[in-house]
């Protein structure tokens, strides 16, 4: 395996371009990593980042990692949406940390920037990230440095300080200087990709994160995908999850995701969205609920509609295949998940009761 100086915390956006460039530009041998998990990262990507920043990149999965620290609830909390942005940098942090001795490398390198975000990147969070990763003899936040505590790589002399720069603030000036001079002339967009902070994306992992007690990141990659439907009585949900395909896709993507002890519902005769019904572990899908789940589907079929009488579904599970007659205007209880505001009531009730012991 290749060796190398420094591991850089790389998600593609410019900050942690130029990071990793400018400890390149002093000469140090930098190995990117890049984090993957179903909210962020976009591994598809590296191999073009690879080419126009001449930046070596890891692909690191920390899916079930970051789904434990969700399901337990981020000491930290959330920011503005269901982004846990202080945790998120101190769980990847300690796993770059653990990464050290795997790759020689003798130092992490963060493109953390002084006061540019409100939530993570305040003088006082960067401190509480620095000692709670318990990374603080090993980070350097490079594009900062001259506004940070001096680090034992400098101390050294490792790395020069007097070379490095004093970026702070939200404004990007200071960055597209920087790239100029580093010759990055390939600037990314802002948007850093995160789904945890976009609303829609928040209110399809909430239910998840409510109802499951040891959720599985497959289950946020499922999350991504389609119509998400839970079933409600009298307004509460039993815990049953339905995914279904919104076009072919959609569909193509489900069954790619689906795991053999989740259900697969189809229309024997009729064309019509797939779906997968997730259990919870230890609630059946009962007689009831399968047929509900069913006429749900075939409720989605505009043909098996207007056929205007039962239709089959073959529902697979385990490698069994059953049938069940259903009729596509049945009442069923799977309804489409909360919106925003619903989501967001419910997790600050949620917070408030946690807050109370
Ligand atoms: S925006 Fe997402 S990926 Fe970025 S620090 Fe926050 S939680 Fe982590």
Avoid at 17 to 42: C, D, E, R, W, Y
Avoid at 254 to 280: C, D, M, N, T, W
Avoid at 352 to 357: E, H, S
């Amino acid at each position: 395996m290749n060796t190398f100086d420094a591991l850089s915390l790389f998600s593609g956006g410019l900050d942690s371009i130029l990071a990793s460039k400018l400890m390149q530009n002093h000469g140090h041998k930098v190995l990117g990593l890049h984090f993957t998990s179903p909210f962020f990262g976009k591994p598809d990507q590296v191999p073009e980042w690879e080419r126009e920043y001449g930046v070596p990149i890891a692909v690191i999965d920390v899916g079930q990692e970051f789904v434990d620290l969700m399901a337990a609830f981020p000491p930290h909390g959330f920011g503005k949406v269901l982004n846990p942005c202080v945790d998120c940098k101190i769980l990847m942090l300690r796993r770059a940390k653990e990464l050290l001795p795997l790759y020689g490398a003798s130092f992490l390198i963060s493109g953390e920037v002084l006061g540019q975000r409100p939530m993570s990147q305040r003088a006082d969070t960067l401190n509480i990230i620095r000692n709670e990763a318990d990374v603080r003899d090993v980070l350097l936040r490079p594009l900062s440095a001259g506004m940070l505590p001096i680090t034992p790589m400098e101390e050294s002399g490792l790395v020069d300080r007097t070379r490095l720069p004093s970026l702070v603030g939200r404004g990007r000036k200071g960055q597209y200087a920087l790239a100029k001079a580093l010759g990055v002339t390939r600037i990314p967009t802002q948007a850093g990709g995160c789904r945890l902070g976009e609303r829609e994306s928040a209110r399809r992992y909430w239910p998840i994160l409510q109802t499951f007690p040891q959720p599985l990141s497959p289950y946020f990659d499922l999350a991504n995908v389609g119509r998400q439907l839970w079933r409600r009585v009298e307004d509460a949900v039993t815990g049953h999850w339905m995914v279904m395909g919104r076009d072919h896709k959609d569909n193509e993507k489900i069954l790619k995701l689906v795991r053999p002890e989740q259900y697969v519902f189809v229309l024997k005769s009729f064309p019509g969205p797939h779906a997968v019904g997730i259990p919870v572990p230890g609630l059946d899908w009962t007689e009831e609920i399968l047929a509900e789940a069913g006429s749900c589907l075939a409720s989605f079929s505009p043909r098996a509609r207007r056929h205007g009488d039962v239709v089959e579904v073959l529902a697979t599970r385990n490698g069994e295949e059953r049938i069940i007659t259903v009729r596509p205007d049945a009442p069923h209880g799977f309804q489409d998940n909360l919106t925003w505001p619903q989501t967001r009531a419910e997790q600050k009730q949620w917070e408030r009761g946690l807050a109370k012991g």
